[in-house]
C-alpha cells in the first residue's frame, strides 16, 4: 500500500518507509492513498473470528506484500497475548476495556505493533534503530513495553525526574536491556525540547538513526482500528440493522481517527462521540468551522490535555476540509472536571463499575449525546482508554475507596529502577547517545 503526505508535497512511499520516518519530510502525516474496503462477504467471515483474526486481515491490507503473511500473523501473536472485553454497564451500553496490556492502558495496542513492524522493517535494512521519546508518563511505558527486546531496536526514553508517579516510574525504568530511560533534572518540556534538537543534530544524524513513536506514526495507528472493527463485528450480531455509537475520549485524537479509518473499511459503526476536557478546540471545530487551537489546560484527565491535537491534521483529510461533513459523523462533546468525577461516582453508585477518568469523560458524553437525541436506541461502546488503578487519586475523590492494585503490576513494582539521571542543558544528551555503540 502507498501512504502520502497530508501536506502534499513529498513523494509517495511504503508502508516501511512510512513507518520508519514517521513524520513526512514536508511535516504532513502519513496516510493511505486509497482506504482498503472489506467486502460483505469479508465481514461476515471475520463476525466468527478472535480479536488476532481480525487484527490480522486488517493490517495484511496495509502491509501488502511488503510482510510475508506468516510473519505477519506471528507479529501480531505477539502483539496482542491479552484480552479486549466488552462489559455491559448499563442497557446497550458496553465499557471496551483497552487495558488489559502490560502498562494498563490502551497505548499498548498502537506501540506494540509498532515496535514490532518497526523492528521487522529495521531487520530487512540491516539497521539499529533507535527510538528516541520524551514522556510524561503513558506513552513512554508503552513504548518502553512495546519495544522491549524487539531486535534492530532500542529506545531512549527522556522523563522529568520527581514528575511522573511512582507507578509510572517503576513502568519506564525496568523495561529489558534494550530500553534506556533517562532521568532528567528538569520538567517534561525539558525533556521535549532536547528530544527536539537531538533530531535536527547532524553529528547524531551521521552516528545514528533515529525515529520517534508519538502517535504520528502511521504504524501506531493501524492498530488502533482492530479494536473498533472488533468490536463493531461482535455487537452488529446482537443489535442487527441499529448503527453503533463509538464515544472516544481524545487528546491527540489518534484513536478517534482510527476509528473513523475503521469505518471507511467498512465496519458497521454509525457515529461517533468526540469526548474532550476542557481542551476542547476540536470540540469547537466541529460546531463553527473554526479551528483557534488554544493553550493547554490542566485537566484531571491529564492524558487528554492537549491543545493543539496532532492528528488533527488526518481528520482534515478524511473529511476533505469540511467540517459539516466531519460532523454528520461525529459530535464533539466537551466534559468538566466536576462532571468527571460525577459520572465515575454515579456509574459506580449504579452499577458497581469503576471506570478511570478519561473513561468516564467518554461515558458522560455518550449519556449526554442520547440525551438529546431520546428514543434512537442506539447501542453504545465507550472506549475505556486506561486502568482504574492508574488514576486512583481521582477514584478515592470520587467513591471513597481504593482500586486493587493488579497482580501484573505488584511485579513490575518490586524491579529495580535502572535509569541514568541528566541535566537539562543538551550536552549530556548528545554525549549519551554518542555513546551508545561504543
Ligand atoms: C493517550 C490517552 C488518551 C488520548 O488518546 P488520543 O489518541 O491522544 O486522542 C486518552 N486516555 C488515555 C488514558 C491516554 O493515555
Redesign the pocket.
Known sequence: MIFFSTSKSSTPVSLKRATLEGLAPDGGLYVPAEVPRFSAEELSLLESGTFNNVAFSIARKFAGAEVPLDTLSRLIDECYGFDTPLREVGEGTFVEELFHGPTL???DYGARFLARMTGYFAAEDRKMITVLVATSG??GSAVAYGFNGIPNTRVVLLYPSGKVSRLQEQQLTTAGDNVFALEVQGDFDDCQRLVKQAFVDPDLKRALTLTSAN?INISRLIP?SFYYAWASLQLSRRFPGKPLLFS?????????TAGVLARMMGFPIGHFVAASNANDSVTRYLSDGRYEPRQTVRTL?T??D?GN?S?FARLLHFYDNDFRKMGSEITGISVTDGETIETIRSVYERSGYIM?P?TAVGYRALEEFRRARPGDGYPGVVLS??HPV?FDEAIMTAIGAEVPIPEEMKAVMDKPKKATLIGNGYSDLSRFLQNLDR
Do not use: C
Open positions: 492502558a490502551f497505548k503513558d506513552t502517535s488502533q472516544v475520549p481524545s487528546g491527540n485524537y489518534g484513536n478517534l484527565t492524558a487528554m492537549v491535537p492528528n478511570d478519561h482508554t486506561a492508574k
